[in-house]
């Protein structure tokens, strides 16, 4: 008996505009480039596929500007996305960084705290499908600042 190899997708960043076009407020906006490649080093993280990319945008006001990010999105594999269960571990990630780190924002605000507590990367933006709605796919995505380039700026 000879076990069936394993499935091995290619994991492709795909209609960028609409997430960003959302979390911008902006629905003229428009990518005027972006390129992608792989964050870490290969098996530096098991759970998720994880991509730097840089998007070169216009905004409805003309105003040309990049944006660093990263996109976090299912790891390669049926037997990853088995043992992280990746449908369930995405929607808590999602939930802590458009969800309850907002919250606990707001609850700062309304307590007069001046300078709130910002403990993650700002959100760019999070899909489970391109289809919408709680259908879960290959096409889910967690798009937010890339830290890495932020951190390079500031130390340089």
């Known amino acids: ?11 492709e960043l795909r209609e960028l505009e609409p997430l960003l076009r ?10 005027l480039d972006y390129h992608t490649e792989p964050l870490l080093k290969l ?16 905004k409805n006001d003309g105003k040309e500007e990049s944006l660093e990010t990263v996109a976090k999105m299912l790891p390669g594999s049926d037997f990853q996305r088995m043992i992280f269960d990746s449908s369930y571990s995405f929607r808590k990630e999602a939930f802590l960084y458009g969800e309850l780190i907002p919250s606990y ?14 403990p993650v990367p700002k959100l760019y933006g999070v899909r489970f499908s391109l289809k919408g709605g709680d259908e879960f796919d ?7 600042e890339n830290l890495k380039v932020w951190t390079n700026k500031s130390s340089g």
């Open 1 to 11: 008996m000879t076990a069936e190899p394993a499935k091995i997708y290619e994991i």
């Open 43 to 58: 098996g530096e993280n098991y759970g998720s596929t994880i991509l730097k990319v840089r998007v070169e945008i216009r």
């Open 138 to 144: 290959d096409d889910a995505v967690i798009l937010m």
């Open 22 to 31: 959302k979390s911008l407020a902006d629905d003229e906006l428009e990518i």
């Open 105 to 118: 924002q707001r609850l700062e605000r309304e307590f007069g705290v001046k300078d709130v507590f910002y």
